[in-house]
DNA sequence: CGTTGAAAGTGGTATATGCCACTAAATCAA
DNA sequence: TTGATTTAGTGGCATATACCACTTTCAACG
């Protein structure tokens, strides 16, 4: 096949979300910047925020994120003195993370911004075609891909 | 507002779309592992293979990625002997890109697994779906979300 | 009770990405 | 031609993420 007609990278459903979310966490991460939190760490917030001092793992799947990622992306959070952790006392095997009063303050001058950046974006592409859009990437995350067992 | 009520992160189109990247991440790092290549870097690859000795700047507007970073995602890549570099003579700023030998017969047999990940993605999702959804993806990392001046 | 195995996190290591300051090279002006 | 500006990359630093090997706790069982 000559290179002419070789599809491109769009055939791809993996490096099509890759790029996109690149462009996006160009834009969403430019709007918030003024409140000094990146978009993905103001996610992480309102995720502890709206969780009920959720634990470490509740958290990690609730964002399909890998438990040590969480963790590591976490310190720079508790760091800044917006997040803090404690044991949980039933089973002190779980951690369990809560916004401090600064997080909670920061959170919200943050999610201003998210709304501004939010209703661009959906002035840009549309507010019926970005709700179907979460919609399968909402269902992309749910899914199971295992491949039937070989039996 | 009652924490019960307060709309998750799946408001956010930026938050669903990182969910569903690291969702994907993980499936299609999975499948291609036994070639020791990471879908990112065989994503990075058949760019460089599809295009003509690519500068990287080329390459970097291509995939809607900072310059710097591609840089960077670059040298794994050059130090295991899969793509090397060299000054354009025409313009000794510019430096072009390509596969070594090695490189082409590795991403061979990443386009292989990469086929069975890309194949089950669809079987799962269903082939409509997908393709509309890399659509609007392309359409994304297409926009131009600068916000109209302030004149 | 202990032993044993599962569950929850931590730390290390590696890649993915972005921004910023800086250098080198080419272009544009005066 | 020379000085200012623009273009293309590099390197340093910081965050985002993943996997793996460990450690600590629990829970289950004999």
């Given at each position: 096949?000559?290179?002419d007609?070789?599809?491109?990278?769009?055939?791809?459903?993996?490096?099509?979300?890759?790029?996109?979310?690149?462009?996006?966490?160009?834009?969403?991460?430019?709007?918030?910047?003024?409140?000094?939190?990146?978009?993905?760490?103001?996610?992480?917030?309102?995720?502890?925020?709206?969780g009920?001092?959720?634990?470490?793992?509740?958290?990690?799947?609730?964002?399909?994120?890998?438990l040590?990622?969480?963790?590591?992306?976490?310190?720079?959070?508790?760091?800044?003195?917006?997040?803090?952790?404690?044991?949980?006392?039933?089973?002190?095997?779980?951690?369990?993370?809560?916004?401090?009063?600064?997080?909670?303050?920061?959170?919200?001058?943050?999610?201003?911004?998210?709304?501004?950046?939010?209703?661009?974006?959906?002035?840009?592409?549309?507010?019926?075609?970005?709700?179907?859009?979460r919609a399968?990437?909402?269902?992309?995350s749910?899914?199971?891909f295992?491949?039937?067992?070989?039996?």
């Amino acid at each position: 096949m000559p290179k002419d007609t070789l599809p491109g990278l769009t055939a791809c459903n993996y490096a099509m979300l890759r790029r996109a979310t690149r462009k996006l966490g160009q834009f969403y991460d430019d709007v918030q910047a003024p409140s000094g939190l990146k978009a993905t760490q103001q996610g992480l917030l309102y995720q502890i925020h709206i969780g009920n001092e959720p634990a470490m793992g509740a958290i990690a799947a609730a964002l399909v994120m890998d438990l040590s990622a969480l963790g590591h992306t976490l310190k720079p959070l508790i760091r800044d003195g917006y997040v803090e952790t404690f044991a949980d006392p039933d089973d002190r095997r779980i951690k369990r993370v809560r916004l401090t009063r600064q997080g909670r303050i920061k959170l919200d001058e943050a999610m201003k911004l998210w709304q501004l950046a939010q209703q661009r974006f959906e002035d840009v592409v549309g507010k019926e075609k970005a709700e179907r859009l979460r919609a399968v990437l909402d269902d992309i995350s749910a899914l199971d891909f295992d491949l039937p067992p070989a039996t």
